[in-house]
């Protein structure tokens, strides 16, 4: 088992109107070492920081290298810590989440953003041979005041004018059979970064993982997801809660902790 991994750490952003942040890039650093762990010949990882984490860098490290070099056995992962919008659709009654990367235009999330409905869960069919792909998002999607998220002005402007948006639930995106994500909360909560921690209160706690394995060498995805989504609820007195989407009940990873 090869655990193919994509990075993904944003504090910087180029387009100044959008707030920067503290500790994502050090979330995708300590993900990325921790992946480091693994024996060289089984894992793979690639690691886009700040100015390296645009829009074309990463479909090309999902939509095309992913899609040429992983295996039937291998496990694929994309981790994520950075900024999450909520963007209208073309219909300005329907509501997207959006991962917003450096490159990432305040005024143009819909097309400068990478969709969660449509753009990632395409760039992820592409990827036909690995039984399981596993998202980790340390983002949030309701565009409240801080946390790692914000509102765009297209979006504020049809709440404004009294359309209520209508979002899919996390939980229920259709990711397809073997995909999985892990969100670092729901769609009306912040995630939040803490000082104290030097990291993003999900990735804190998925940093400190499992404290065993399930069979000397791997541990249930559901099993992970459980620990950690308990450990940030309790942190934050149930005002940020993980959530798990996706089909495979059996879905394993190598364990790293």
């Known amino acids: 088992m090869t655990l193919r991994a994509v990075i993904v750490g944003i504090d910087r952003y180029r387009d100044q109107r959008i707030r920067d942040l503290?500790?994502?890039?050090?979330?995708?650093?300590?993900v990325a070492d921790l992946i480091e762990q693994v024996h060289p010949a089984q894992r793979h990882v690639t690691l886009l920081l700040d100015e390296d984490a645009t829009k074309r860098n990463i479909q090309v490290e999902i939509g095309e290298r992913l899609v040429r070099?992983?295996?039937?056995?291998?496990?694929?992962?994309l981790y994520f810590a950075g900024h999450g919008s909520p963007e209208t659709n073309p219909s300005p009654d329907e509501v997207g989440r959006y991962l917003v990367l450096h490159d990432t235009e305040y005024e143009n999330v819909y097309a400068t953003g990478l969709s969660m409905e449509r753009e990632l869960p395409w760039l992820f069919e592409r990827i036909s041979r690995p039984p399981l792909v596993l998202m980790l998002i340390d983002a949030c999607f309701s565009g409240g005041a801080g946390g790692r998220t914000f509102e765009g002005p297209r979006l504020?402007?049809?709440?404004?004018?009294?359309?209520?948006?209508r979002m899919i639930s996390l939980e229920d995106l259709d990711l397809g059979e073997g995909r999985l994500m892990i969100g670092a909360c729901d769609d009306d909560q912040v995630a939040?970064?803490?000082?104290?921690?030097g990291h993003g209160v999900f990735t804190h706690y998925l940093l400190k993982g499992p404290t065993t394995a399930d069979d000397g060498y791997t541990v249930g995805v559901h099993r992970l997801y459980e620990e950690v989504a308990a450990a940030v609820a309790d942190d934050t007195g149930g005002q940020q809660v993980p959530v798990i989407n996706g089909r495979s009940a059996r879905a394993r990873l190598p364990y790293l902790w």
Not at 22 to 30: G, I, K, L
């Open 69 to 77: 070099d992983a295996g039937e056995d291998d496990v694929v992962l």
């Open 22 to 30: 503290h500790y994502a890039r050090s979330d995708a650093e300590a």
């Open 192 to 197: 939040r970064e803490r000082r104290t921690l």
């Open 156 to 165: 504020r402007a049809a709440r404004a004018a009294a359309r209520d948006g």
